[in-house]
């Protein structure tokens, strides 16, 4: 069955403390990885979107990689302004829609 | 910010009656989708569509149907609301399918069934 597990579900950081955050997939034939981020009232905000092993993308503090087995959310000196939610998702079947991870909830105190 | 209003924001109703969330967008995106986000579970899909009058079921529909007579409009209709319709509403569109392009979300319906 295709399953997305993050962790940690929360992680409070110090303003400037870098750390990371887990996505792990099991899926038949990876046809992308998304990342988003929700504010707490908002719908999830697009962040990236990861293809193969080994690619990396990157957005002001945060950097995204893809493993065959995971993908990690890097943030760098993190910011107050950077507390949300975090979601990774996978896309299954033909039509697109696709399955969440629970999420992490980054707390950021200055 | 792409172009997604639900409505209503905020929807208060008793157990018994039935309710109709709407999903609206201005991109002509032709894939779109309804999910519930509850806490320990996640955002699970309950119906999509593909095309005007295409539709088709996710992983949670029993007790709701959708209906999509033009491009814009996504409608959630819960025949018959149960409390544990309780949940916060999200309407996402994509411009193709594949997993070749990502889910724009709207700002959701928070439902209460009394």
């Known amino acids: 069955e295709d399953q997305v597990t993050q962790s940690p579900e929360a992680l409070r950081l110090q303003e400037g403390e870098s750390s990371s955050l887990n996505c792990s997939y099991t899926?038949?034939?990876?046809?992308?990885l998304f990342w988003y981020r929700q504010d707490p009232g908002k719908g999830p905000e697009f962040l990236f979107t990861l293809y193969s092993a080994g690619e990396e993308k990157e957005k002001e503090r945060l950097k995204a990689t893809l493993t065959k087995k995971e993908s990690f959310l890097h943030i760098t000196a993190p910011k107050p302004e950077d507390s949300a939610t975090y979601l990774c998702a996978v896309p299954r079947g033909s039509q697109g829609n696709l399955i969440f991870g629970k999420g992490t909830k980054l707390s950021v105190k200055p | 910010d792409a172009g997604i209003t639900q409505s209503p924001r905020h929807k208060v109703t008793e157990t018994g009656t039935p309710v109709t969330l709407r999903c609206h967008q201005t991109e002509n995106h032709r894939y779109m989708y309804w999910y519930r986000q509850d806490p320990g579970h996640g955002l699970r899909l309950i119906h999509y569509?593909?095309?005007?009058?295409?539709?088709d079921k996710g992983e949670v529909s029993d007790g709701y149907s959708v209906s999509r007579s033009k491009t814009e409009d996504f409608l959630l209709t819960l025949e018959s609301a149960t409390s544990s319709q309780t949940s916060v509403y999200f309407c996402?569109?994509?411009?193709?399918?594949?997993?070749?392009?990502?889910?724009?979300f709207g700002n959701g319906t928070r439902l209460t069934v009394t």
């Open positions: 569509s593909y095309g005007v009058k295409d539709t």
């Open positions: 899926v038949s034939g990876l046809r992308g």
């Open positions: 996402a569109i994509s411009e193709s399918l594949q997993g070749a392009s990502p889910l724009h």
